[in-house]
């Protein structure tokens, strides 16, 4: 099988697909939202900075492509009652959605356990991962409704590895694989939904540099150039694909 980091996409590869991104005004959500659509999708995009969605928002139309929709939310604040106000509004808007890339995320601190701030473990907790449950509880009624649907947690490595000093957002990473292969193995047998989890390696990204501060950017690859397995797994092509770990770029060898 061709290896999913160097996927080609057809131009049209998400023509008619309703797509949800997370966290899609900035870094890796950005480009994904940015690629989705030059792919044919009318793609949601969901943060919590409205100018920096508004921002993409533009560069969509720019593209000439299907016209976008701007959902604020901020994950730390959001309760059950918005998750469901946001599906209700969803389906008025759309009648259904095709996929939703969960990419939006936070860093919290690195720093020994001993020493964790345990209000920010909290906050890392609910932007990375209870809220994203809550919103994919809501939405899984209007995944039922498409015939193809995609669903891609976003993952790291320290989300199957666990590493010294990655407190919160390693456990928060560890619980969206465990999410995801509740889902899989739950939705496989009664709905057309598919669930990965997607690690996207070091990427170009204020996160990324944010971790590692000593570290050249441009050592690192663009957000652009991780795509192709965004495509993979949002498209036809993974269609049966369901329950699985991957990676978006080849390992490096050693
Ligand atoms: P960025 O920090 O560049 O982007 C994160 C996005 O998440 C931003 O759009 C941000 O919005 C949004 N976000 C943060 N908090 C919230 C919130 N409370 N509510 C809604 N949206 C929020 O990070 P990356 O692009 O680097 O990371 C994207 C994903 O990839 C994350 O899940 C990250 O863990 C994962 N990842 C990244 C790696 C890398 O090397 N870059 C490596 C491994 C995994 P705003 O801009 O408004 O703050």
Known sequence: MQAIYSYQAPDDLLKDRVI????AGDGIGRA???????????????GRTISKLEAVYD???????AEPAIYPLNFEGAQWQDYQDMADRLYEAFGRLDGVLHNAG?????????????????????????????????????????????????SSSVGRKGRAFWGAYACSKFALEGLSQVMADELQNISNIRVNTL???????????????????????????????????????????TGQQFDAQAPKKA
Request: glycine share 8%.
């Open 199 to 241: 690690n996207p390696g070091a990427t170009r990204t204020q996160m990324r540099a944010k971790a590692y501060p000593a570290e050249n950017p441009e050592s690192l690859p663009a957000p652009e150039a991780i795509l192709p397995a965004y495509f993979y797994l949002m498209g036809p092509d993974s269609k049966g694909v």
């Open 20 to 23: 949800l991104v997370t966290g």
């Open 106 to 154: 936070i860093l919290g601190q690195i720093t020994p356990l001993q020493g964790y701030n345990p209000e920010l473990w909290k906050q890392v907790m609910q932007i990375n991962f209870n809220g994203p449950t809550m919103m994919l509880q809501a939405l899984i009624a209007l995944l039922q409704q498409s015939e193809d649907a995609s669903v891609i947690l976003t």
């Open 32 to 46: 994904a939202a940015l690629g989705y659509a030059a792919k044919g999708a009318t793609v949601i995009l969901l």
């Open 59 to 65: 560069e969509i139309e720019a593209l000439g492509k």
